[in-house]
């Protein structure tokens, strides 16, 4: 039973355009999301969280939106920068999860190239 | 200040045998979890340990064991390994369990291949 899942493995971008990462939930007991990015040979970090009292968090040129009525959540990166090649992982957790229990997707590998 | 460190970071074993990883958390951090990220999917939680205490479980079987010692650091313990068991094993450390604004921080995780 996958309650996250990012149906894009991959995405291939072009430097200065708009990357937008998309993420499913099918779990409404959810109620914070985050974002974490991996490079290959290394663990993943932390990149941007949601409550699911907000509807958009923004952070530089990382921003997250949240439907909660679709159970939908995405990551835009605007400009999309060549250092942002990596693999971006949907993740959600709950209280009575305990927070810490994150919930991953399976991932999404972006390429941005010049 | 470092961060999360794990070791060794790969690990060769044949099917049947036992494998103890290791994980110092990151410095302040009291809480430590695993997880197993198998090859094209994302981190799977496997365990949580906070106070020495295994506080949170994902759906692994009883084969994987855990410990936490009184400076923080954890063990995880794989019993029979099975060729399933082949993944790179994530663990990460926060400062306190059960704050939804508490980022978790990961190591470089350990790659077990089980032949």
């Known amino acids: 039973d996958q309650q996250v899942k990012q149906n894009s493995p991959s995405l291939s971008v072009q430097e200065g355009r708009i990357s937008i990462l998309n993420c499913d939930y099918t779990?409404?007991?959810?109620?914070?999301f985050l974002w974490y990015k991996k490079y290959p040979a290394e663990g993943p970090t932390f990149l941007i969280s949601?409550?699911?009292?907000?509807d958009k968090n923004e952070d530089g040129r990382f921003t997250v939106f949240l439907n909660k009525s679709a159970k939908h959540l995405s990551l835009h990166i605007v400009p999309s920068q060549p250092g942002d090649s990596a693999v971006y992982f949907c993740?959600?957790?709950?209280?009575?999860?305990?927070?810490?229990?994150?919930?991953f997707g399976a991932g999404t590998r972006l390429a941005v190239h010049p | 200040d470092a961060g999360v460190t794990q070791s060794p970071t790969h690990l060769i074993k044949t099917r049947g045998q036992q494998v103890t990883l290791r994980c110092s958390p990151k410095?302040?951090?009291?809480?430590v979890s695993w997880y197993q990220q198998a090859l094209g999917q994302g981190p799977q939680f496997i365990f949580q340990?906070?106070?020495?205490?295994?506080?949170q479980r994902g759906n692994f079987p009883d084969r994987f064991s855990g410990h936490q010692f009184p400076n923080y650091s954890s063990e995880l313990n794989v019993n029979a390994l099975l060729l399933g068991d082949s993944a790179l094993y994530l663990c990460?450390?926060?400062?306190?369990?059960?704050?939804?604004?508490?980022?978790?921080?990961f190591g470089s995780g350990t790659q077990l291949s089980v032949l």
């Open positions: 990460a450390s926060s400062r306190t369990a059960g704050q939804p604004n508490e980022k978790l921080f």
């Open positions: 410095s302040g951090h009291d809480t």
């Open positions: 779990n409404s007991m959810f109620d914070y």
């Open positions: 993740a959600a957790s709950s209280f009575s999860g305990g927070y810490n229990k994150l919930i």
């Open positions: 949601i409550s699911s009292i907000k």
């Open positions: 340990y906070y106070e020495e205490e295994e506080r």
